[in-house]
């Protein structure tokens, strides 16, 4: 359904606590999702992807975790840092070619 | 590698006027380019998709006489948003695919256009 009028969620930590983000997806024939950072006025900046063949893909300070069964996606970010405010989204692939689906976004909020 | 600009970055303009949004890939050829519209505190939501060449692909709900999509070159799309009003008032995104060797982004996203009508 539409989102109009609806806040983004937000989730505040603490500097240098880790930071879990959640996403809910619906389409289970979707093989391939990227979490994106979008910092305010920007567009939105690739961070990490993970294929339907994997649970799990770690890089730099951020993890994403993939639970087929329920159709979730989670971002993990270690020590979380000022910078790391923002707004961040999943997306998944579909329909073929390389259109994308994001989901509905969560603030984060770093606190000092 | 991998940029895409967007142009311009902000924009003003009075009522009933049009105003075109630039895409250009920077350094790869871009095959297929995609244009979203995202409000305040909500996602981005896909308006069309435009391959080099052909005519563009809109979304359900999205009028293609208001939002004009021209990719007429592997570097740039343009989009117009014609007689813009107060509500067409949001942030415009683009995206670029098309890349060598980058099936981990299949979009890479531009800056974006802030479009402001009075």
């Known amino acids: 359904g539409e989102s109009v009028g609806l806040h983004l969620p937000t989730l505040s930590v603490q500097e240098g606590d880790n930071s ?3 996403c809910a997806y619906s389409n289970s024939a979707s093989d391939y999702f990227i979490w994106y950072k979008q910092e305010s006025g920007k567009g939105p900046q690739f961070i990490i992807d993970i294929r339907s063949n994997m649970d799990k893909r770690q890089g730099q300070r951020v993890t994403v975790l993939l639970n087929k069964t329920v159709k979730h996606l989670s971002l993990q970010i270690a020590a979380t840092q000022p910078g790391d ?6 997306a998944e692939l579909t329909g073929g ?9 969560t603030q984060l909020k770093v606190e000092l | 590698g991998a940029v ?3 142009h311009p970055s902000w ?3 009075k009522s009933g006027t049009s105003v075109k949004i630039e895409c250009r890939s920077l350094d790869f050829q871009a095959t297929t380019m995609f244009w979203y519209r995202q409000f305040p505190k909500q996602s981005l939501m896909l ?5 080099e060449g052909s005519k563009a692909t809109y979304e359900q709900g999205v009028e293609k006489d208001k939002f004009l999509i021209n990719h007429a070159s592997l570097t740039l799309s343009t989009l117009t948003v014609t007689s ?5 008032s949001s942030f ?7 890349g060598q060797g980058s099936w981990n982004q299949p979009q890479h996203f531009g800056d974006g256009t802030r479009l402001s009508i009075l």
């Open chain 2, 84 to 88: 813009a009003h107060p509500e067409d």
């Open chain 2, 47 to 51: 308006m069309a998709t435009s391959n």
């Open chain 2, 4 to 6: 895409v600009s967007q």
């Open chain 1, 97 to 105: 070619g390389n259109k994308l689906t994001f989901g509905t976004g």
């Open chain 2, 11 to 13: 924009v003003i303009c």
């Open chain 1, 20 to 22: 879990i983000i959640n």
């Open chain 1, 85 to 90: 405010s923002a707004v961040y989204f999943c």
């Open chain 2, 92 to 98: 415009y995104i683009c995206s670029a695919s098309g």
